[in-house]
T-cell receptor, first 110, second 114 residues
Framework: TQLLEQSPQFLSIQEGENLTVYCNSS?????LQWYRQEPGEGPVLLVT?????EVKKLKRLTFQFGDARKDSSLHITAAQPGDTGLYLC??????????FGTGTSLTVIP | DTAVSQTPKYLVTQMGNDKSIKCEQN?????MYWYKQDSKKFLKIMFS???????INETVPNRFSPKSPDKAHLNLHINSLELGDSAVYFC?????????????FGQGTRLTVV
């Protein structure tokens, strides 16, 4: 089993603040994904990063894949209450295997 | 149209019982999965099926058995349920791709064993 550790595990911030979530592993992955899960629902894909050092932006969310393809970060600018949810990173390799991180529960207070 | 649907959404049962959770996907994907999400929200792979062949079984007790009657269905049977089996179980599917593949999840089944 390939373990991905996320930090922090819990994060509670005020609306308008910035935050960064980290996803770290000792394993190399061919791609890394970020999902968001809302209560009572399954995770939904936000982004996939493939190339070491790659940066992708999705509105106020910025995703980065580490140069060695072992780690990733998610940065949210000016957080909104609608950003509240569980954020999960997932490493993938050939063969369609998805290994999920330990999760970061984000609460944005209005 | 629901892409990945699983039933039931909630399941409360007594210890020792046998239960099943059904999953269907209408996306034409080749691979289906079962994940268990515990109280700490950790999403752990249990099984994956590719074209009706099991390709992963991550140290799951043999009381759990996946059954795939066809490519669009992957059901989960659980025998002799234990208190520790209480969790949310997610079914997912994905297409086969070298890169940029994506897992599509159902809404989950919250299993409570009493």
């Amino acid at each position: 089993t390939q373990l991905l550790e996320q930090s922090p595990q819990f994060l509670s911030i005020q609306e308008g603040e910035n935050l960064t979530v980290y996803c770290n592993s000792s394993s190399v992955f061919s791609s890394l994904q970020w999902y968001r899960q809302e209560p009572g629902e399954g995770p939904v894909l936000l982004v996939t990063v493939v190339t070491g050092g790659e940066v992708k932006k999705l509105k106020r969310l910025t995703f980065q894949f580490g140069d060695a393809r072992k780690d990733s970060s998610l940065h949210i600018t000016a957080a909104q209450p609608g950003d509240t949810g569980l954020y999960l990173c997932a490493g993938t390799n050939t063969g369609n295997q998805f290994y999920f991180g330990t999760g970061t529960s984000l609460t944005v207070i209005p | 149209d629901t892409a990945v649907s699983q039933t039931p959404k909630y399941l409360v049962t007594q210890m020792g019982n046998d239960k099943s959770i059904k999953c269907e996907q209408n996306l034409g994907h080749d691979t289906m999965y079962w994940y268990k999400q515990d109280s700490k929200k950790f999403l752990k792979i249990m099984f994956s099926y590719n074209n009706k062949e099991l390709i992963i079984n991550e140290t799951v007790p043999n009381r759990f058995s996946p059954k795939s009657p066809d490519k669009a269905h992957l059901n989960l049977h659980i025998n002799s349920l234990e208190l520790g089996d209480s969790a949310v179980y997610f079914c997912a599917s994905s297409p086969i791709a070298v890169t940029n593949t994506e897992a599509f999840f159902g809404q989950g089944t919250r299993l409570t064993v009493v």
